[in-house]
């Protein structure tokens, strides 16, 4: 089961790069590795995806080293409005293997 | 376009009484997920469907939960019995196809058992 490890929380400073590892040691052939985002009483919501090296899209970057065992996703010059929970999630290896975890709470401060 | 729907978006229930949860994925959609979270927690996977099979219901946390799907579209979610612990907020999602697609999530359906 490739179960992953994100830091509980994280707080930063508006403007500021932001930096959130996930580490995903049992990851199999065949996973990809999501990240979520979850704003309070709301569904997650995608924010990238990737298989290996490095995926960028408008919203943030995706780095996964070679080995694949683990991620970290980069938001550049975070907002207020980047607050919110962020779920790595890797799978599937099979379909029941999709693990969300209990994520990373970003608080980015004025 | 229309984004996943579920459906109630509030349920109470006493202790012991059934409960079915709905879900309404965006039209073309193959895929469904149902999730449940808990209050301050992550999201725990429950089932997965691929059309109108789920080809492993072990997510399921007793049998006293069970899930459908039918003609490829809507899915109910149904628990039996109900537990305090049972208490959640349900989210369902759907994706394209496969498991790989990126999955839309819908509002959750907030379910207290008293």
């Known amino acids: 089961l490739a179960k992953t490890t994100q830091p509980i929380s994280m707080d930063s400073y508006e403007g500021q790069e932001v930096n959130i590892t996930c580490s995903h040691n049992?990851?199999?052939?065949?996973?990809?590795i999501t990240w979520y985002q979850q704003f309070p009483s709301q569904g997650p919501r995608f924010i990238i995806q990737?298989?290996?090296t490095k995926v960028t899209n408008e919203v943030a970057s995706l780095f996964i080293p070679a080995d694949r065992k683990s991620s970290t996703l980069s938001l550049p010059r975070v907002s207020l409005s980047d607050t919110a929970v962020y779920y790595c999630?890797?799978?599937?290896?099979?379909?029941?293997?999709?693990?969300f975890g209990t994520g990373t709470r970003l608080t980015v401060i004025p | 376009g229309a984004g996943v729907s579920q459906s109630p978006s509030n349920k109470v229930t006493e202790k012991g009484k059934d409960v079915e949860l709905r879900c309404d994925p965006i039209?073309?959609?193959?895929?469904l997920y149902w999730y449940r979270q808990s209050l301050g927690q992550g999201l725990e996977f429950l089932i997965y469907?691929?059309?109108?099979?789920?080809?492993?219901k072990s997510g399921l946390p007793s049998d006293r939960f069970s899930a459908e799907r039918t003609g490829g579209s809507v899915s109910t979610l149904t628990i039996q019995r109900t537990q305090q612990e049972d208490s959640a907020v349900y989210l369902c999602?759907?994706?394209?196809?496969?498991?790989?697609?990126?999955?839309?999530f819908g509002p959750g359906t907030r379910l207290t058992v008293t």
């Open positions: 999602a759907s994706s394209l196809g496969g498991t790989h697609g990126e999955q839309y």
């Open positions: 049992n990851i199999a052939t065949n996973d990809y």
């Open positions: 990737g298989y290996k």
């Open positions: 999630l890797v799978g599937p290896s099979g379909a029941n293997n999709l693990f």
């Open positions: 039209s073309g959609h193959t895929a």
């Open positions: 469907f691929q059309g109108n099979s789920a080809p492993d």
